[in-house]
Every structure is written in C-alpha cells, then in structure tokens.
C-alpha cells in the first residue's frame, strides 16, 4: 500500500514556541493532504484540507492563524503550531490521497506534540 | 446524527472468536466505505476498501457493505491478540468530497 511519513514523531516544546510537522506521500502524489488532531481515547477531529498549490480550509473553529498549513508540492505539506500552549498538545495525524482523486486515503504515523 | 454511526465498544472476545464490527451510515451519496485499524499511539492503517454494495475478503479479514440499509461490516475470522485494537470505518462520495469517519471501535482479543 502507499506509504506516508510523517517528521517529527515526537516532539516536546516550550510554551510559546513554533513546531512545524511535515507529512510527506512517499511512493504516490498527492492533490489533497489532511491534517487530523486526536486526544487520548477520542476520534480523528479533522482539522483542515490542503490542497497543493492552494490555501488550506479550515474546519469550524480551528484557527488558522494558530495551525499553519503549507502544501507546496505534491508529496509534501507541513503543518505549524504556532507559539504553542499546553493545550495544543495532542496526537497530529496526516492524510493523503492519490492524484488524480483517488477512492482511499492513507495515514502517516502521527505525531505526539507535548507543549510544557 | 452523525453521518457514520459506529458503536465505540469495548469490544472483548476470546482468541480464535469471529468479529463482527458494524457501522451504519446516512449519506446517500457514500459510494466508498473503508476499514481503518488503529493501534495505540500510531496512525490508522487502511485495512479494507470496498466500493458500493458487495463483499471484499484480504485474509481473514472481511468487509461487507449494503447500501440498501446503509449498513457497512467488517468481519475477522480467528481472531488473534494482535488484533486488539481500535476499528475505524469510513465513507466518502468521491472526487475532492471529505472521507466521513466513525468513532471507531476499541477490540480486544483476550489470550
């Protein structure tokens, strides 16, 4: 199966700085990525869709200001938590789906944010 | 109402048992259903895709959709431990639309 990666797996932060998490589709293109947030024992919450060569959409109420979402090539988007809080840390998992629309959607491993 | 609906478990049954995960949907316009497996701590991993009514075996493993009742399956056979894990169903209309994904279903095999 096609296969995503995601970079950092883990990482611990500061209160206040800026982590960037980058999702790469290693074996396929990819048109549209998403970026998924998941607390402990709790679903995939969708956070955006980013399309390369465009701006992202937002879900409701997730700040755009505060996630920065980058999709600058086919095969790589970034995700950016600025000036992160305790709050923000969570489980970031990217998605990405072939071009041109393909039917599935394949996983990265997730990243595991701790903001001290 | 949800447009995936999926019964967040836990699930326990003994090794070797058959496993019937369900999930059902509201959209009309699902064409694609999907089997995502879900270890702790780690991203999900596509298990089954199927398209529109019918049945899809890989292994043990066994994904049934009708769209009829809007009623999506997956089945394991001897189930093992190593299953243990958290189910997600997922559906989608295609083209640029977003895949819809259920709650997930916790599952644990006991030894």
């Known amino acids: 199966g096609a296969v995503v990666s995601q970079h950092p797996s883990r990482v611990i932060c500061k209160s206040g700085t800026s982590v960037k998490i980058e999702c790469r589709s290693l074996?396929?293109?990819?048109?549209?990525m998403f970026w998924y947030r998941q607390f402990p024992k709790q679903s995939l919450m969708l956070m955006a869709t980013?399309?390369?060569?465009?701006?992202?959409?937002?879900e409701q109420g997730v700040e755009k200001d505060k996630f920065l979402i980058n999709h600058a090539s086919l095969t790589l988007s970034t995700l950016t938590v600025t000036s992160a809080h305790p709050e923000d840390s969570s489980f970031y998992i990217c998605s990405a789906r072939e071009t041109p629309p393909g039917e599935t959607q394949y996983f990265g491993p997730g990243t595991r944010l701790l903001v001290l | 109402q949800k447009e995936v609906e999926q019964d967040p478990g836990p699930l326990s049954v003994p090794e070797g048992a058959i496993v019937s995960l369900n999930c059902t949907y509201s959209?009309?316009?699902?064409?694609?259903f999907m089997w995502y497996r879900q270890y702790s701590r780690k991203g999900p991993e596509l298990l089954m895709y199927?398209?529109?009514?019918g049945n899809k075996e890989d292994g043990r493993f066994t994904a049934q959709v009708d769209k009829s009742s809007k009623y999506i399956s997956l089945f394991i056979r001897d189930s093992q431990p190593s299953d243990s894990a958290t189910y997600l169903c997922?559906?989608?209309?295609?083209?640029?639309?977003?895949?819809?994904f259920g709650t997930g279903t916790k599952l644990q095999v006991i030894p």
């Open positions: 997922a559906a989608y209309s295609g083209g640029y639309q977003k895949v819809t």
């Open positions: 959209n009309s316009a699902f064409q694609y």
């Open positions: 074996d396929f293109q990819a048109t549209t």
């Open positions: 980013s399309n390369e060569g465009s701006k992202a959409t937002y």
């Open positions: 199927t398209y529109s009514s």
